[in-house]
């Protein structure tokens, strides 16, 4: 039986249904219901007592709608559904609401800078296509609430990222990440303007916390993604008997992960660059396992954490880092890799991608990060253009 509900008048609304009449004394469960929910109850006389009783029904019915309607968001948030109707939903959604989400793959900007160069806009858009099935963090530390409201119309590559249905940029409130980990006594005693590594010593403290209370996948803002990462609980070898930080992941409230923090406070020197980051994997991970050579494009294992090949990550090994930015007689095909770094530490000359220089990293970009590359592009086009003074 259709229903039709419209404004009759203002303030007022009229209800139309072919089987409820108002004056009938028996009404249907439908009328009742209908006109509980548009809030014009039906008229009858009736005792004081019993108005009471159905004005308690009629909360009651009303707050079972909000909970079932609270559980079905839930569960369309659990599975997924919840890209479907983004951007729109982004910004309403706090970090803890997509953190719980599950398997995150996050990133971190520990600088104060809003506007993301084209390498950190790849490796992100790269990650949102490769897992479109997961949410992709950006926490920025130059981001206040106030300014997360106005990204999409002052950067031009905050619009690229957002517009992408599964990618969510917040501000990186380091003092709410460290609560309830060893390392906010630390913060609370440390002062950033007098270490000499804070940007990194920062970062290598964020993604521990992050990923001990939330789980899943923390990457460096120069690694592009190639292919999904099958393991849960994994470190990666930058070489043999080393361990990267710049990409690992771990269930939520891992205990290696917390054994990190732990020993990040306990050996912690700001002054030795990577003391907190690979270093710290690497002698945390030398207290459980017994760490060998790799020979070919193994893996190995210890106490359920994978110890990925230098081949997944690594394939171009730092001294050889400006071969990203030069042209290749072939190029490789990464077929045992599932992301790769680009080594932007050791970019100190500021290498970048430039369109039409068919450069191995312009190639990974048009592949993996295809409308960051476009707007590089524009950009170039814009810049070539001359202007009134020219």
């Known amino acids: 039986m259709l229903q039709t509900v419209w404004v009759s008048s203002p303030g007022s609304w009229a ?3 072919s089987g409820c009449h ?5 009404k249907s469960w439908k009328c009742r219901f209908v006109r509980t929910i548009i809030r014009h109850p039906c008229r009858r006389h009736a ?3 019993s108005r009471k009783a159905r004005m308690l029904r009629k909360i009651q019915i009303c707050l079972c709608f909000c909970f079932v309607s609270g559980i079905l968001y839930e569960i369309s ?3 997924g559904c919840v890209f479907s109707y983004l951007p729109m939903a982004q910004q309403y959604l706090t970090p803890e609401q997509v953190l719980n989400l599950g398997k995150s793959i996050i990133f971190l900007e520990t600088t104060e800078r809003l506007e993301p160069p084209p390498l950190v806009s790849c490796s992100v858009e790269s990650a949102a296509r490769i897992y479109q099935d997961r949410p992709i963090i950006l926490f920025m530390r130059g981001l206040t609430n106030e300014t997360a409201l106005d990204l999409n119309t ?3 590559a905050f619009s690229l990222l957002s517009s992408m249905k599964n990618v969510f940029i917040f501000p990186l409130q380091m003092e709410t990440v460290f609560q309830e980990t060893p390392l906010l006594q630390w913060y609370n005693q440390v002062v950033p303007e007098q270490e000499k590594n804070w940007v990194h010593v920062s970062s290598d403290a964020s993604r521990l916390a992050l990923i001990w209370k939330y789980g899943g996948i923390y990457m460096d803002t120069d690694v592009i993604s190639i292919r999904p990462i099958p393991q849960e609980s994994f470190l990666a070898a930058q070489k043999s008997r080393f361990s990267s930080n710049g990409i690992f992941g771990f269930p939520a409230r891992h205990k290696f992960v917390w054994d990190c923090m732990e ?3 306990l050996k912690y020197n700001g002054n030795i660059w990577g003391n907190q980051g690979p270093f710290l994997m690497t002698r945390m991970l030398k207290t459980l396992c017994n760490l060998t050579d790799f020979q070919g494009t193994e893996d190995h ?3 359920n954490i994978s110890f990925l090949n230098p081949q997944r990550f690594y394939p171009i090994p730092y001294p050889a880092w400006s071969r990203y930015y030069q042209v290749w007689d072939k190029s490789p095909n990464f077929n045992h890799s599932y992301a790769l770094h680009l080594w932007n530490f050791m970019n100190r000359n500021r290498k970048v991608v430039v369109a039409g220089s068919n450069t191995l990293a312009e190639k990974l970009y048009k592949t993996y990060c295809p409308t ?3 707007d590089l592009i524009q950009n170039a086009k814009h810049r070539d253009v001359p202007g009134p003074e020219d």
């Open 15 to 17: 209800l139309q249904e």
């Open 22 to 26: 108002h004056q009938s004394k028996k």
């Open 263 to 265: 020993n990040f406070v």
């Open 154 to 156: 002052s950067y031009a």
């Open 301 to 303: 294992s210890c106490q």
């Open 77 to 79: 948030l659990l599975s």
């Open 47 to 49: 005792p004081k007592s």
């Open 372 to 374: 960051t590359y476009e």
